[in-house]
């Protein structure tokens, strides 16, 4: 939110300084009041110089996203990072070894209890739901808690689609 308002200011400035360049007067007699003003006023202008600059604060003291997505894992000499990216991957090849799956993307959400893994798959028409989505859940749960030894709180399985098996001709 407070980007789109900087934002928003910036475009605001620029259309100023074009309307000044144009040779518009509006703008130019409203900076020269303002200042005016500032000058003639100085209680009023520490405090709104005290306001932009805390907000300026925040801007710059606002945590950061982070863009390294890893999982930690503890061992008795330290701790192990696995990528996002690396999980995704023993998630997939877990899901994919099971017959009747035939697409798998995962996220990945870290909770207090442990890891969150949601399973979006593509299925096999006529394969049973209920079967495979269940081996899924523990083939995954498994896999990634034997390969990273991160715990795994909670497996969610979502069929996204149901494929028909394209059969091949051989003349």
């Not at 309307?19 to 509006?26: H, P, R």
């Not at 899901?95 to 399973?119: C, F, H, T, W």
Request: hydrophobic share 50%.
């Amino acid at each position: 939110m407070l980007a789109y308002a900087l934002g928003l200011l910036l475009i605001l400035g620029a259309l100023w300084i074009l309307a000044i360049a144009t040779g518009w007067g509006l703008p130019y007699f409203l900076i020269a009041q303002g200042l005016n003003w500032l000058r003639w006023n100085p209680w009023e202008s520490i405090i709104a110089a005290g306001v932009l600059l805390v907000l300026g604060l925040l801007l710059f003291m606002r945590p950061r996203a982070r863009t390294d997505y890893s999982f930690r894992t503890s061992l008795k000499g330290g701790d192990v990072r696995i990528s996002h990216d690396a999980l995704q991957e023993i998630i997939a090849r877990s899901a994919m070894a099971l017959p009747g799956v035939l697409q798998v993307k995962s996220n990945l959400r870290q909770r207090d209890a442990g890891l969150e893994i949601l399973v979006l798959c593509q299925f096999e028409q006529g394969v049973l739901i209920p079967q495979i989505s269940g081996d899924i859940l523990t083939k995954v749960k498994e896999d990634v808690e034997l390969y990273t030894g991160i715990i795994v709180a909670e497996v969610k399985v979502l069929v996204r689609r149901l494929e028909k098996v394209q059969s091949v001709r051989v003349r």
